[in-house]
């Protein structure tokens, strides 16, 4: 049909391209074919390389040509933080308290409990707020009286706690209240004031020397004068240390009343001798403190 190709036509010139491809080929191979020789290459022998010569002149272990990249100098810069421990009763025992805590968590179920890390911080705050107590050692105690020694004695430190009176200054609750309530820190001049006033009290009593049967009452006086004092000079650290104030000031009310009962105390000692005493004796301070007038 017209646009066919025969089949038969297709086949031969197959074949017919086959067989020319092979005689080709059988003939390529069959002849010798000359190969050109290359030219010899001549290397030429490489010098002998001489060695360089290490120099150690300034004789330190480290040759010459290395002391150029190595320095003495510190190549990392000293620190600049000014940080330092808190000094505060806050600060050591927020500290105290967070390693405490980080350290039950990392060493699991060894670790201390949450409850007596807290116990622990407890028992940190009430060691670190506890003050000492004077006894016999820190004072002069007469083993020998006469009724003029026992009303020298009671004029002395009467005299002291007058002279020491600050009668221009609020107390120091108010004071205090006004610090913290209306930020007025100016005040805290005057806190310092009156703790000092307490502390000039108790040092005027153990520089007096004091009858036996007075000691304890005489003792009694001069550990709340100081109770009282360290309680005023927390609540002039309100601003730098509130856990110190806080802390005092729950004891100051307890102070505060073993205060007014050691003049009790002394009132009652020297009851004995009131016929040595006149109206305008210092001593008559103690009066005030009396159970009938206080009531």
């Known amino acids: 049909m017209k646009g066919q190709i025969n089949p038969k036509i297709t086949g031969a010139t197959i074949v017919g391209f086959a067989l020319i491809v092979g005689a080709y080929t059988v003939s390529n191979f069959s002849i010798d074919k000359e190969i050109p020789q290359q030219a010899a290459v001549s290397v ?43 000094d505060t009763l806050t600060g050591k025992m927020s500290i105290g308290f967070m390693e405490g805590i980080l350290r039950s968590r990392m060493k ?41 020694d026992v009303v020298n004695y009671g004029n002395a430190i009467a005299g002291a706690i007058l002279e020491n009176n600050l009668p ?20 805290i001049v005057e806190l310092n004031s009156l703790a000092e006033a307490y ?25 709340t004068f100081h109770a009282v004092h360290k309680d005023i000079e927390a609540m002039a650290a309100a ?6 104030t806080l802390l005092r000031l729950k004891r100051y009310e307890d102070d505060a009343k073993g205060l007014g009962l050691a003049f009790q105390n002394m009132l009652a000692g020297l009851t004995g001798y009131s016929d040595q005493f006149t109206a305008d004796d210092p001593a008559m301070l103690f009066t005030l403190f009396s ?4 009531n």
Not at 113 to 131: H, W
Not at 202 to 222: C, G, Q, S, Y
């Open 44 to 86: 030429a022998q490489a010098k002998a390389r001489a060695p360089i010569t290490v120099l150690d002149n300034d004789n330190n272990g480290i040759q010459d040509w290395r002391d150029t990249f190595i320095t003495t100098e510190l190549t990392r810069k000293p620190a600049t933080s000014t940080y330092t421990l808190p």
């Open 108 to 148: 699991g179920q060894f670790a201390r409990s949450d409850e007596e890390v807290i116990e622990d911080t407890v028992n940190f705050l009430d060691t670190a707020t506890t003050i000492e107590l004077f006894d016999t050692v820190d004072v002069q105690v007469m083993t020998q009286w006469e009724d003029q």
């Open 168 to 187: 221009g200054l609020e107390s120091e609750l108010v004071i205090l209240l006004d610090v913290m309530e209306k930020n007025n820190t100016e005040r």
């Open 199 to 223: 502390k000039r009290n108790r040092e005027a009593l153990m520089a007096t020397p004091v009858p036996a049967f007075l000691l304890k009452e005489h003792l009694d006086l001069i550990n």
């Open 239 to 244: 601003a730098d240390d509130p856990m110190f």
């Open 291 to 294: 159970p009938d007038q206080i």
